[in-house]
């Protein structure tokens, strides 16, 4: 089995990754919905970063540093530099966003390592891609480059018009959007568990009225 859909059953193991009926903030009920806020223990966000490490090394995406937008993608940049530290012998530094800028003190809206080269920013999803224009402007704005962004799950469907939001971010920025698992990988394990057989036709459907043609 792949690490992408080792990452799905962890994800459905524990919650993050659930089937039914979900109003998306679109609008559009979807047959599964995905909380990576519920990776809320060390153990899980241990594992977690293993499959974030995985997807970048994958991806080839070549960086310097990460990058954490407030507030979800802070632990998250944290649990990959460690995980890159244990399991592939390199030492990140990494960075992230106060959602106030600090007068007192170190002052700043930036805490960890000052940005510099090439920096690969680190979330959950991209659902309108405000959080990476918000981190993208930051970058930029300390004469930093933007590398690529990893994200946990890429839903693969369209916004309003043909493109996903993970494309348009990649259109919009140059950039290359890696992520953990999509769409497809997760139609593959509905495919392969007789366990999740019965979410076969739904899933199957909204990819048919939402998806997009590019499969990643």
């Known amino acids: 089995m792949s690490y992408k859909q080792e990452f799905l059953e962890f ?10 009926e979900f109003t998306l903030k679109s609008g559009r009920i979807s047959p599964y919905f995905f909380n990576a806020g519920l990776f809320n223990s060390g153990t899980l966000l241990a594992q977690l970063g293993q499959y ?113 939001a993970v494309q348009e971010v990649e259109n919009e920025f140059g950039v290359r959007v890696c992520s953990i698992a999509g769409l497809n990988n997760l139609l593959e394990l509905v495919y392969q568990q007789p366990a999740l057989s019965h979410n076969r036709e739904k899933i199957i459907a909204y990819r048919e009225r939402y998806g997009i043609d590019k499969e990643r």
Do not use: W
């Open 11 to 20: 994800s459905i193991q524990q919650g993050v990754l659930k089937f039914g």
């Open 52 to 164: 974030y490490a995985q997807a970048i090394v994958e991806s080839g995406i070549e960086f310097d540093m990460l990058f954490g937008p407030a507030y979800k993608g802070i632990p998250l940049a944290v649990t990959a530099s460690i995980a890159f530290s244990l399991h592939h012998a390199r030492d990140l530094p990494y960075a992230f966003d106060r959602k106030e800028v600090k007068t007192h003190g170190e002052g700043g809206n930036i805490i960890g390592t000052p940005l510099a080269g090439r920096v690969l920013i680190i979330d959950d999803v991209i659902t309108a891609g405000t959080a990476v224009r918000e981190a993208v402007s930051i970058i930029q704005a300390a004469g930093a480059k933007v590398a690529g962004v990893a994200i946990s799950l890429d839903r693969q469907e369209c916004g309003q018009g043909r493109l996903s």
